[in-house]
């Protein structure tokens, strides 16, 4: 995670109440007040709004028209659709690259990323699709649902494994064996979710 010198405040607290509603320790219909927030990270109200704004074009809370802020309510199978969402985005994704030439690229940034195991797939796609609708779709994905997977540390090697996988079969030009791999990373990615969301219930 990048550290907070290096973001907008508002995204750091974007990522921080995103965590804690992918978690389950916000629940699903809680109403979130800017006031206790402000408080809470000892901040003016502005950035708190400027989160909402992400959180909200995250499909994370839901701006009633009483001007409320509520969390949106998640379950299991929710989870679980909206990683699948994400896998069909990104396979989408992978096919525009395929026709723009690009999908060499895209193994070399998951290649050099190897060790380190920091850009995951639909990351970086994000530097080289050239829709920019697609593109903010694939960052959104990123900065939350993606991120805060593998955050939790749940089967990480299983998730390096289908990564490294992808990896191999992008530089055999596989792309349909991609895809059924890229269904894998996704459904361990929700697990890893649901999992925590068990612990936190």
Do not use: W
Not at 33 to 61: C, H, M, T, Y
Not at 121 to 133: F, G, H, I, K, R
Request: aromatic fraction near 4%.
């Amino acid at each position: 995670m990048k550290d907070i010198s290096e973001k907008r405040l508002s995204d750091y607290m974007a990522e921080q109440i995103a965590d804690e509603i992918l978690s389950g320790r916000i629940p699903g219909g809680s109403q979130l007040k800017q006031e206790e927030l402000a408080e809470a990270f000892e901040a003016s109200r502005i950035p708190i709004r400027e989160a909402f704004q992400i959180l909200e074009n995250q499909g994370l809370i839901i701006r009633l028209a009483t001007r409320r802020i509520t969390v949106t309510e998640l379950d299991k199978e929710q989870i679980c659709l909206i990683y699948s969402m994400i896998s069909e985005m990104t396979k989408k994704a992978l096919n525009s690259l395929k026709h723009s030439g690009k999908t060499a690229q895209l193994e070399e940034l998951l290649m050099t990323s190897g060790l380190s195991g920091e850009v995951q797939p639909a990351e970086a796609m994000c530097d080289l699709v050239e829709n920019e609708y697609i593109k903010r779709l694939l960052r959104n994905a990123s900065d939350s649902y993606i991120r805060f997977a593998l955050s939790t540390g749940h089967y990480a090697d299983k998730i390096k494994e289908e990564k490294d996988k992808m990896t191999e079969l992008l530089e055999n030009g596989e792309l349909k064996k991609v895809e059924k791999s890229l269904d894998v990373y996704f459904k361990l990615l929700a697990k890893a979710v649901n999992e925590e969301r068990g612990m936190n219930e």
